[in-house]
């Protein structure tokens, strides 16, 4: 059995004893057999304690989770072990008690808050709802404890936007709303399944830093969910490691983080992307001819006073062989800057050549002799979202030939043979053609959109936050892989991310951008190493770091920012 119990003579808020969870097979399954998420595991979590579930996708971490609250109940999985949550069986327990627990004893904060805030209602409506469903208050009352936790959360000028509706909030905040939600009946135990992972740096560091205060001085205990091991460092006492459904190694973060005891862990460690870490490319700006320029490019949304500014006079160039990084917060018009270089969206003004052609508004860029085909200066983008960007009901051999149909190809003897080299390219196994994008991982459907980009030979590759959404072994083959190729096909790559440690690692320079400027741009040694900018410094202080002492320091030095 793979028991990792905290030897503690205190009370617990989660006792876990030879827990799994088995869903429903596929057509893939063994007759009778189904997918085993979570095996035997063991672990207990004491009052107001701090515990992280630390692995890979698909090493159990949500299912687990998921256990404690009891919502696997209806969904047809098997879930056999004992399980208890602030003193309630969840298997034992009747659905009046298990509503009574969500909620009231344990709240859960997932990754997406938009999936979890109702469009249609105001967010502080929503609070009170929750606090009206486990209490009996008024509507008064519940209201204002609404106003309460949104302030206690750190939402400026609660009364007032306790009224707005969720997409009036930015990504920060609707997470924030949505633990103020979890708050509203003084839970026992919080549970935060990813709840950082879509945020930039700055917004991750202010909600780590409120998990951390809440838990203080609320005195409720903390299972966090994430595969991003520096995400622990900066918020837990312990860390659990989990592989395949198994605990495979526990103990104090600074002590499983300082001296890992198992082959995994160390893997997963060796696999974060760090600010201190070894630079691979040499620190040397690129010559020659660029493959692609940017002069003055300005982007506005909307019209007369309403009017925002998303990209404001940004100006840059990349290089054959090279990698620009592109960094800054959400908002600062990282994304809109790179839809406009693959010419999704227009520039509002400016310039922009490719290969020392200019292209004028409306035509692609690989199009500059008016073929309509893209050819070798062609630009091709990778997104964040492989599942938003392929068509769930098409194969994706189909989806990775349609960049070669829009360019005339129309022999499918020559597409096929087209795609397979290219899944073999990207690492996947050419017979998939006809499989479709469910059946793919996170990181194949990644490389499935890497192999779409590739297969008009451009030039010049966008990658649009293309690892934020994956675990961390994952990322790092991706990012290999980006390499590989830039090297073996002469790319030039710029990567747009909010993950500074991540960009530091593929880039040769690097462009800071905040509210549409690029406030500082020069190699990595230069940016990292010297930053000029109080911004860039500012970005470079909210970095996780794998040192939970450190994390400590910076996480009061914020602290006093704040205060003053």
């Known amino acids: 059995m793979s028991s990792f119990v905290v030897e503690d003579t205190s009370s617990f808020v989660v006792e876990v004893e030879g827990l799994s969870v088995t869903f429903p097979g596929n057509g893939d399954s063994p007759v009778g057999e189904g997918v085993a998420a979570v095996r035997d595991l063991s672990f207990t979590l004491p009052e107001g304690g701090a515990l992280a579930l630390v692995g890979e996708s698909g090493s159990g971490k949500s299912a687990t989770a998921s256990a404690l609250l009891g919502l696997h109940r209806g969904t047809g999985a098997r879930v056999e072990g004992t399980v208890k949550v602030a003193g309630v069986d969840v298997a034992a327990a009747s659905e009046a008690e298990l509503r009574s627990l969500r909620g009231a004893k344990a709240a859960m904060v997932f990754q997406d808050p938009l999936s979890s805030l ?133 103990g104090p973060v600074a002590d499983v983080l300082a001296a890992p005891r198992q082959p995994y862990t160390r893997t997963l460690l060796e696999a974060v992307p760090r600010l201190d870490g070894p630079l691979d490319r040499p620190d040397v700006l690129f010559e020659g001819e660029p493959v692609l320029e940017a002069v003055a490019l300005r982007r506005e949304f909307g019209r007369g006073r309403r009017a925002v500014t998303a990209v404001d006079d940004v100006s840059l160039t990349v290089h054959r062989g090279e990698t620009l990084g592109i960094v800054g917060e959400s908002g600062s018009g990282k994304t809109t800057l790179g839809r406009m ?112 980009a ?28 980006l390499g590989r190729l830039q090297r073996d096909l002469g790319l030039a790559l710029v990567f747009v991310a909010h993950d500074l440690a991540v960009v530091r690692q593929v880039s040769d320079r690097i462009a800071v951008m905040r509210q549409g400027r690029i406030v500082e741009q020069g190699t990595v040694a230069e940016v990292y190493g010297a930053p000029t900018e109080a911004y860039t410094k500012e970005l470079l202080a909210a970095v996780p770091t794998l040192d939970p002492v450190l994390a400590a320091v910076r996480r009061a030095a914020r602290k006093e920012l704040v205060a003053a």
Do not use: W
């Open 118 to 250: 109702d469009p249609y209602y105001a967010v502080g409506d929503q609070i009170a709802e929750v606090l009206r469903v486990h209490r009996k208050v008024s509507r008064r009352d519940a209201r204002a404890r609404a106003v309460d936790v949104l302030d206690r959360v750190g939402i400026p000028d609660a009364a007032r936007r306790s009224r707005s509706r969720p997409h009036e909030f930015s990504g920060g905040m609707r997470q924030r709303a949505l633990i103020a939600m979890a708050l509203a009946c003084e839970p026992r135990l919080l549970i935060a399944d990813e709840p950082t992972t879509a945020l930039d740096v700055t917004v991750q560091a202010q909600i780590l830093d409120l998990l951390h205060t809440l838990r203080r001085e609320e005195g409720m205990g903390l299972l966090l969910v994430t595969h991003d091991v520096g995400v622990a460092a900066e918020s837990v006492d312990d860390v659990l490691v989990m592989r395949d459904g198994r605990a495979v190694e526990r």
């Open 341 to 452: 270089l693959v010419r999704l969206l227009e520039p509002t003004s400016g310039r922009l050549r490719y290969g020392g052609r200019e292209i004028g508004q409306g035509r692609a860029p690989g199009a500059a002799d008016g073929s309509g085909r893209l050819g070798t200066q062609g630009v091709q983008m990778v997104f964040q979202d492989p599942v938003a960007s392929l068509n769930p009901r098409r194969s994706i051999g189909e989806s990775i030939a349609d960049p070669l149909r829009a360019a005339g190809e129309r022999d499918e003897t020559v597409l096929r043979a087209r795609v397979q080299e290219l899944l073999e390219l990207v690492g996947l196994d050419p017979d998939r053609y006809d499989r479709y994008p469910h059946e793919f991982s996170g990181g194949q459907r990644q490389r499935v959109g890497i192999a779409r």
């Open 454 to 481: 590739l297969a008009p030979s451009p030039r010049l590759v966008v990658c649009d936050e293309p690892v934020s959404a994956l675990d961390v072994t994952t990322q790092a083959q991706v990012i290999d892989l």
